[in-house]
């Protein structure tokens, strides 16, 4: 659950870097957003597919 709530977490920063960068489109905020914005987002769903693939496999019975 840690590691969901985890990855909630930094789904909303990287949105907000993202939106960020739309509402102010400079070159500052349009560069955080596609580096570390994307960063975050990555880690993010890298963070959400383990917890899938942990939890599928919990359900078949398959030692992690």
């Known amino acids: ?4 709530r ?4 930094l789904t909303l920063i990287g949105l907000a870097l993202m ?3 739309i509402l102010v489109p400079t070159p500052l905020p349009v560069m ?3 580096t570390i914005g ?3 987002g ?3 769903f890298a ?3 383990y ?3 942990r939890d599928v496999r919990r359900a078949r019975g398959t030692p992690p």
């Open 19 to 21: 939106a960020w960068s």
């Open 51 to 53: 917890v899938v693939v």
């Open 1 to 4: 659950m840690t590691a969901l």
């Open 38 to 40: 994307q960063a975050i």
């Open 42 to 44: 990555t880690l993010a």
């Open 47 to 49: 963070i959400y597919g």
């Open 6 to 9: 985890a990855s909630a977490v």
């Open 32 to 34: 955080l957003a596609m």
